[in-house]
């Protein structure tokens, strides 16, 4: 499954435009109250575009996610659009979309958020991606040894050396 973002301008267009041309396949809705959030959703999905086939090996599906609420008493409303190789069934995309969610936002969220990953300097050779790795092995290791917020864990124990280095043996 593949986020497709505003970023990529064309592609997006294609999918926005694709979308309300044609009636999706399956449509389901879901509700949530968590979080101090009350949030609605509604997952579409369409079988792959014909002109999709030779760009776009293996992908059989377009799906778009819209979901719209309240949070801290501001109401909120977005779209998202993801191209994946599933097969286009409501339900299960449905599943695999909010599996994605919460990989990003218990991992790249943090790692962008906590730990200003798009901020860092390292830039030069494998230097990048080495410290991508070690940014997620220790959150690994904080959530491996209870700490759920990364904030609350580095706050705790970040000036305790021993502590720290009992994470690497135990």
Request: hydrophobic share 35%; with cysteine.
């Amino acid at each position: 499954m593949i986020t497709v973002k505003g970023n990529q301008k064309k592609l997006y267009q294609v999918l926005i435009d694709y979308c309300l041309e044609h009636e999706p396949l399956a449509k389901t809705e879901s509700k949530d109250i968590d979080h101090g959030r009350q949030e609605k959703r509604w997952v579409e999905v369409w079988s792959l575009p014909t002109f999709f086939t030779t760009q776009w090996c293996d992908v059989q599906s377009v799906v778009r996610v819209t979901r719209w609420g309240c949070r801290q008493n501001k109401d909120y409303d977005n779209q998202m659009f993801y191209i994946t190789s599933l097969s286009p069934q409501g339900q299960k995309l449905s599943r695999v979309i909010r599996q994605h969610w919460q990989i990003e936002n218990n991992l790249h969220w943090v790692k962008d958020v906590i730990f200003q990953e798009d901020q860092a300097q390292q830039t030069r050779g494998n230097a990048p991606q080495n410290f991508a790795i070690f940014r997620s092995w220790v959150i690994s290791l904080l959530r491996l040894h209870g700490y759920h917020s990364m904030t609350e864990a580095m706050a705790m124990i970040s000036h305790k050396l021993p502590l720290l280095l009992s994470f690497c043996t135990s």
